[in-house]
């Protein structure tokens, strides 16, 4: 790979771990200087075939633009971020869909910065099971208090009945995905079977991360119908559901929602809030896939109470609480997120 200028290779290096839905990866960045570079969205790794999905691809953009200016500070870079926003065109002749131009300029860490920046990269999505106590009001206010400055409500409830119905929603959104041909295609050219391809193609869901034994996931994948029957189908379930053991609390943010800008901003804050709790210990777990699956949708923004009118909406849902350090997600290497 020919040499980056200025700082690129060292901030670029290690905003390619910002996450992604189904680990897609589909950020593409140009640099065009030393202190500059253009944003795209790779549109042959999106995913369309979801309800949300077009959005989703913004929302994408947005916690890929905060994750660089968090690793941009802490190298002692401040990012000025100039948006090309339109909506996505899945059939587009040209596959790299514009985002933003990105221009650095110098600024001195401070010991926020810093500690962002660490967390950053210490994130992870933790689908394991949960240590069944809840987040302490006092970490979850600085969340709360960025989402109301960016006009969304940010809502958690450790109410078990509400906790147990919103788990049972993610898992019958799986199953429900599966039944639409094609969100399961969808799904299965993400999902990673063994630890090798995983590691090969260096991107997608892998077994691992999903807790489960690869062979397993590729059975049950493989073969969707069984999810029906009534003993099988009843053994997956149990399955997935004891991944979800000791969880106590969601948590899941609602506000405007109508543009890519704001898609833009919604990824941003949603980046913002898992920078913060993983500085303060907690995991978290998007159920992403309840936004987007409509039926599930609907059934969550019920369940809580959540005010989807004027251009508002429930965008994102997730568990929170206490785990061990879960599997990694492979990332593709710096050359193939370069345009
Ligand atoms: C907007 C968004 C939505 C997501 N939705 C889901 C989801 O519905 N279910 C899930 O298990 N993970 C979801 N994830 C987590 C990604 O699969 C995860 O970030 C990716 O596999 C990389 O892993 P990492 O977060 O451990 O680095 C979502 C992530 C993002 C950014």
Redesign the pocket.
């Known amino acids: 790979m020919g040499e980056l200028p200025g700082p690129w290779r060292a901030l670029l290096d290690e905003a390619r771990?910002?996450?992604?839905?189904?680990?897609s990866q589909p950020m593409r960045v140009r640099v065009t200087g030393e202190r500059s570079a253009e944003v795209f969205y790779d549109l042959d790794r999106g995913l369309p075939a979801e309800n949300f999905g077009i959005p989703?691809g913004h929302?994408?953009a947005g916690?890929f633009l905060e994750g660089l200016q968090a690793v941009a500070a802490g190298h002692g870079w401040a990012v000025t971020t100039d948006l090309h926003l339109t909506e996505m065109d899945f059939d587009a002749e040209d596959r790299l869909h514009r985002i933003a131009t990105v221009t650095l300029s110098a600024h001195t860490p401070g010991p926020i910065d810093l500690c962002r920046h660490e967390a950053f990269l210490a994130?992870?999505?933790?689908?394991r099971p949960y240590e069944g106590r809840a987040v302490p009001e006092v970490d979850l206010a600085a969340v709360a208090g960025e989402a109301s400055a960016a006009g969304h409500t940010f809502g958690a409830t450790t109410d078990p009945d509400q906790v147990a119905s919103i788990i049972r929603v993610?898992q019958e959104?799986l199953f429900d995905d599966l039944r639409h041909d094609a969100v399961h295609a969808e799904i299965m050219e993400w999902l990673r079977f063994s630890e090798r391809e995983a590691v090969n193609r260096g991107d997608?869901?892998s077994a691992a991360?999903?807790l489960m034994p690869g062979r397993i996931l590729r059975f049950a994948m493989g073969h969707r119908g069984l999810w029906e029957a009534p003993v099988i189908g009843a053994l997956i379930r149990a399955v997935y559901l004891r991944t979800m053991r000791g969880v106590t609390q969601v948590a899941w943010w609602s506000g405007p929602f109508a543009t890519p800008a704001d898609y833009v901003a919604a990824?941003r804050l949603?980046?913002k809030a898992w920078i913060h709790l993983t500085e303060r210990g907690v995991s978290l777990?998007?159920?992403?896939?309840?936004?987007?699956n409509p039926r599930s949708h609907a059934r969550f923004v019920d369940l809580v109470d959540a005010d989807e009118s004027d251009g508002r909406m429930a965008w994102?849902l997730v568990r929170l609480g206490y785990a061990k350090v879960?599997p990694?997600?492979h990332?593709r290497p710096l050359e193939e997120m370069l345009a």
């Open positions: 771990l910002y996450p992604s839905p189904h680990n989703f929302v994408c916690v994130r992870r999505t933790n689908r993610n959104t997608g869901l991360t999903m990824g949603f980046l777990h998007p159920f992403g896939t309840v936004i987007t994102m879960p990694l997600a990332r």
